[in-house]
Structure formats: structure tokens, C-alpha cells
């Protein structure tokens, strides 16, 4: 698929940025399909938000993604928000329409699940009680598409347990806050525990939860990426447990936004899996 009379572009906007993969990824999609266009990483600090992504139409943009700090942010300057961008409470793709007005989309919660689904194709939602930790963004997004995938009853953990209470009081049934000091109980019975923090990625400590009373069956997720495989996983896989890590997230969170702007939505392939790890 080419476009001779343009030269299609797509970005990535954050502070920093240069450590993602984001532009890996997507131009190797767009050399794949034959798509004359690049992706490209864009340093833009938070205050110069506004007027970098009303400058997208202007350079001939198709839209952008985005990541830390602007995901929030993003909500007052784009013209509108998807439905589902408005539930999670966060943007990570913008779209630029034919009329220059910019569209907000949140692909997260769709990579997450996808990642579980090419790990595991039988995976269930309703399978049984799912214990999530963390009540960040990550973890609006993962709660969100559980919850769109008919999970029954999911247990939320964090530190600070009042932001728990505020994600289960906002997303209401079937998520229950749980307090911090019963984090490990709440692993009795799961059927799935979901990792959502920063804690075990690389340069910060483990994530501090004991999983002793986890059954063997259940599948233990983590959100991070690098490390490929995080302490949690670690124990979890040589106390039997299927394990997923972060990178399917990321990888398959990048399928709608390339479609949205290039008209093709592509496969996770090995070949480009293997690519991004030998980066990680």
C-alpha cells in the first residue's frame, strides 16, 4: 500500500521519549506493508503540548501517540474522546481527521487483552477472581477491559489504599478495593493476578507480595516490560504458574493506531517480536 503523492508520518510524543519503541515498531510495520511514511519520536515537554499537537494536521501528521506525562493531558486539547478513552481516563493515540480536528483514542486495554489472548487463546475473563495491583493509569486501562470481557469479581490492591477505594467506587461491580496489608490473602483462590505497577521493573525494587497462597493454575501478568521477565514472573513461573509479561501489551496496543493512520492493521509476527526483545 503506497501513497506516491504523500509522504504519510506518525509519532510519538513524551518527555522523555527516545527510549521507546514505539518508532521500532511502527516503521517496521510500514516497511513491511510497503507504506511511504515514517514514525518518528517527538521530545515535547508538557508545556508545549497544546501547540504541538495542533501543529500535527499543519505537518502533515496522520496523528501520534502518546506517553508519559500526556496521556492525561491530552484530554483538554483534542477535539474529542472516544468512549472508551473517557472511561479509562487517559489518551495514548491521537488521530488526525480530515478536517484537521484531532481525535482521542486509548488502545491500552485492547493491547492487554490481546497479549493474554496470543499467550493463552482459552484465557477466560470470567474464569474466576482476578487480583489486580496498582491504581495507576496502567491500571485503569487493564481494569476497564476486564471488565468489558465479563470478569465477575476483581479484587484491587494498592499502597495507598484510598486511591483503590476512588477506582472501585468510579468503575463500581465487580471490582472491590482490598486493603494493602491483605494483598497476599487475596491471592486465595484467584484465578489470575495482574501486576500493574512500576515495581520490578528494572531499576526498582520487586514488587513486595507473597505468593503462597496463589493456586498453581492461576496466570500471573505483568504489565513491564523490561525486564523481560520481572521477579514476580520469575517465582511465579518456578512455583508453576503461566506468566505473561509487558511486551504483548505494547505490541499489540501499536495495531489499532497504525490502522487508524495507515489504513492496515497488522500482525505481531515472531520476526518483529524478536526484534524489539533484542532491544530490551
Sequence with gaps: MSHPE?????????WPVMHSRSPKIHNFWLAKYGITGTYVPLAIRAEGLRAALRALPALGFAGCNLTIPHKEAAFEIVDRVDPLARRIGAINCVVVASDGSLDGYNYDGFGYIQSILEAYPGWRADAGPIVVVGAGGGARAVLVSLVEQGAQEIRLANRSPARAQALAQEFGAPIKAVAWNERH???DDAAMLINTTSQGMAGQPALDLALD?????ALVSDIIYIPR?????VVARLRGNRTVNGLGMLLHQARPAFNAWFGVMPEV?????AMIEATI
Design 185 to 187: 490473602a487475596a491471592l
Design 229 to 233: 521477565e520481572t521477579p514476580l514472573l
Design 6 to 14: 504523500r509522504f504519510l508520518m506518525a509519532g510519538i510524543m513524551g
Design 269 to 273: 509476527t515472531a520476526d518483529l517480536r
Design 213 to 217: 497462597k496463589l493456586p498453581a493454575s
